[in-house]
């Protein structure tokens, strides 16, 4: 996989590019080289913490959607072990951009449901750029309902530009198939994790997204409509997708703040496109203590907490006062 | 002189406002119709059948027993939580929107009786920011349903929306999950919930409470869909068939029960809250 740049990295591109080649020549005899390295390493070290300690909101998106960044099944085979894909809606066909099996996490069994994208031309395609269709939710759903029927948690990964907009998936009911999620998992009577790895994009994200505790990465996004979608309807212009992601404050910083994200898993520096097991290190334990902690509650509790997590969800003001 | 000018003036004024206000022209065939015609028809036109968009105590109106409509919720109001600028700020918006619809915001929620049978209702209305769902729609719709649980009753939305409403972000995408989740508990208390779909009812109001009615009932050639028309074209450059996403094409696909005209609507739902009520065997 050759590892793409960002525009807002082009600082660093070059000093990398020299600090490869100063390695490549090497060979442990000259000190002051050895020096060179260190100093330049550091340098870069510097640079990048400046670089990604001041990103502006367009800049996390373009990380969100990096196309070296970890998809759902690279945390699979990081964080879980004895993965058993299962397959199928039982009603229409099997929906390659959701994925759903059976896998152990640190020896705690699971259903692992989740969207994924393709790594290249011909995975893209096959996975429909991590865009589901209607058989797709409804894979998940019935994969949900064999959580409950057993007790097992459910871990959601969410990474999708939104649901896929297309002729039949609305012939077979895209908005039915996203609602009827919502209201099943509100009522689900099992634990469910939801972890955003990259892109949470509106209804098609939140089909897999409602739980009992809502993980996300340093620089995953989550939106009621894509930047560009928000810039095509209200300024009918996409090139203002940098302005729509400033103001629709779509990072996990910003869904922290308001109550829509319970934890943001830290990425290692430069995001988690540079170090994938670094990054799904840092997921895998993040989720083992969400599930211990979600599996010590009876059912009751979870799905109390689960409703008043989101019947309490957003800013309004009463006639009387101010805030709700 | 002077006065009758003026005079003359009004009297020009009021020979092209007559008219104006008499006749329309129908959206659909272009007739030119009578007014008060239209309107006794409940803003259908009598030529082609066309249901016009109207305001949603209107439709409160057209179907509850008279006087017996008590609203509650009226004193929430959207907050710009965001400091949303795009043409327009957000709060500039929200102000033309109440001073254009009298209403504070894109939904009523209340109590009525159907017939004598007492409901929950929760009406959008398009005028209002295109019926864009934000928390305070968000918040209403689901205390509503919380009433209907509390009160034992029948639960009833009109839709008519384009969807979540952008200037609030995140929030109000998660209010999709906040109404559906208040949906869940009414249908585990065993109460019906009836969605009526109205033009246009599309993105994440489709998503979440309207397309999770017990049953579905539509007016007759209403845009019903997840993705906009227009959203479709561009994704697959291809172009939309006849007829695509109207209530007609959601029946013939499964996706709703009835399509019912706007003058038959009161009836049809009071059949329906009987089927529905008659044997509270709970």
């Known amino acids: ?324 | 002189m002077p006065i009758r000018l003026f005079r003359r003036k009004e009297e020009g004024e009021k020979k092209i406002k007559i008219p104006e206000g008499m006749w329309i022209k129908c959206d659909a065939c272009l007739e030119i119709i009578y007014k008060p015609e239209v309107e006794r028809n409940l803003n259908v036109c009598p030529k082609c059948n066309y249901h016009f968009r109207i305001p949603a105590m209107e439709r409160i109106r057209a179907v509850t027993d008279e006087g017996t409509f008590r609203e509650f919720g009226e004193e929430l109001e959207s907050v710009d939580m965001l400091s949303f600028t795009d043409t327009k700020k957000y709060t500039d918006r929200l102000k033309e929107a109440k001073k254009k619809t009298g209403r504070k915001e894109a939904v009523i929620t209340g109590t009525a009786k159907i017939n004598g049978m007492d409901v929950v209702l929760a009406v959008l209305d398009f005028e209002f920011l295109g019926g864009s769902m934000g928390c305070v729609v968000g918040e209403k719709v689901t205390a509503a349903a919380e009433a209907a649980k509390e009160l034992s009753r029948p639960f009833l939305i009109y839709s008519a929306s384009g969807g979540a409403r952008m200037q609030e972000g995140v929030l109000s995408l998660m209010q999709m999950a906040k109404t559906s989740a208040a949906l869940a508990r009414l249908a585990d208390a065993r109460l019906p919930f009836i969605s009526v779909l109205t033009d246009p009812t599309t993105g994440g109001v489709a998503a979440s409470f309207a397309m999770l009615g017990d049953i579905i009932v539509s007016e007759p050639g209403a845009l019903i869909g997840f993705a906009g028309p227009r959203v479709i074209e561009q994704t697959i450059k291809q172009k939309l068939p006849e007829g695509f996403q109207r209530a007609e094409f959601l029946l013939e696909h499964g996706m709703i029960d009835i399509i019912v005209e706007r003058t038959r609507l009161k009836p049809t739902l009071t059949q329906l809250l009987r089927f529905m009520t008659a044997s509270s065997g709970k």
Not at chain 1, 23 to 35: A, C, F
Not at chain 1, 140 to 151: D, H
Not at chain 1, 165 to 183: C, H, T, V, Y
């Open chain 1, 1 to 324: 996989m050759i590892l793409q740049y960002l525009d807002f990295e082009k600082p660093i591109i070059d000093l990398e590019n020299r600090l490869e080649q100063l390695r490549r020549v090497d060979d442990g005899t000259d000190k002051n080289l050895r020096e060179e390295i260190v100093k330049l390493d550091k340098k870069i070290g510097k640079i990048r913490k400046e670089i990604f300690s001041n990103l502006t909101r367009w800049q996390i998106t373009q990380l969100a959607r990096h196309p070296n960044r970890p998809y759902m099944l690279d945390y699979i085979n990081h964080c879980f072990k004895n993965f058993l894909e299962i397959h199928g809606d039982r009603a229409f066909r099997d929906d390659p951009p959701v994925v759903c099996g059976f896998a152990e996490l640190e020896g705690e069994k699971v259903l692992v449901i989740g969207q994924q994208k393709g790594r290249n031309t011909t995975e893209k395609i096959r996975r429909n750029f991590g865009m589901a269709n209607p058989e797709g939710y409804r894979k998940a759903l019935r994969v949900m309902k064999l959580a409950e029927k057993f007790r097992l948690p459910v871990i959601t990964f969410i990474d999708t530009p939104g649901a896929f907009p297309g002729i039949g998936a609305e012939e077979r009911g895209q908005s039915e198939a996203i609602a009827r999620n919502l209201l099943e998992m509100a009522r689900l009577e099992t634990p469910i994790l939801v972890v955003v790895i990259g892109e949470g994009g509106s209804g098609g994200a939140l089909a897999l997204g409602v739980g009992d505790e809502i993980l996300m990465m340093e620089y995953a996004i989550y939106s009621v409509i894509s930047p560009e979608g928000c810039a095509s309807i209200l300024w009918r212009d996409t090139a203002r997708a940098e302005t729509a992601a400033e103001m629709m404050k779509v990072t996990a910083a910003d869904l922290k703040k308001f109550s829509v994200v319970d934890r943001i898993i830290p990425e290692p520096l430069g995001g988690a496109h540079r170090d994938h097991k670094a990054a799904a290190d840092a997921v895998r334990v993040a989720m083992a203590e969400s599930v211990a902690g979600l599996r010590s509650l009876s059912v009751r509790q979870l799905l109390d907490r689960r409703y008043a997590k989101f019947r309490d969800i957003g800013v309004i003001r009463r006639k009387t006062g101010s805030n709700g």
